[in-house]
C-alpha cells in the first residue's frame, strides 16, 4: 500500500482533550508531521489501509487526503502562441 498524507480534524468537543486524540491517532498508524492544537487539526502521513481505523478514533470528526494542485506553467512569451504580429501591412 501506498502512504498518503492527510489532515485529521477533532471533534468540537473533544478539543480540550487532543493529547489524547492525538496518541490514538499515533497508535492507529498516522506518523504526525504538524500538530495544531490551536485549531484542532493534525497534520500527518499514514498507510492507505490504515484509513479506516484512523478515521474510527474517538474523537476524530474527519480524515481529509491532501490535496494536489497541477498547474500549467505560464509561456515566457505570456498568453497565447508566443508568435507576435509584427506585420502590419496586413491591417
Known sequence: MSRIRL???L???WRDRYPLVLEACRQ??????????????????I???RL??????EGVSAVERERMNFTQP???CG????????DKSTR
Open 11 to 13: 471533534r468540537e468537543d
Open 79 to 86: 498568453p497565447g502562441d508566443g508568435k507576435q504580429d509584427d
Open 28 to 45: 492507529a498508524g498516522l506518523e504526525v508531521e504538524r500538530e495544531l492544537g490551536a485549531i484542532g487539526a493534525i497534520a500527518g502521513s
Open 47 to 49: 498507510e492507505e489501509d
Open 74 to 76: 505560464e509561456s515566457p
Open 7 to 9: 489532515t485529521v480534524l
Open 52 to 57: 479506516a481505523a484512523l478515521s474510527a478514533v
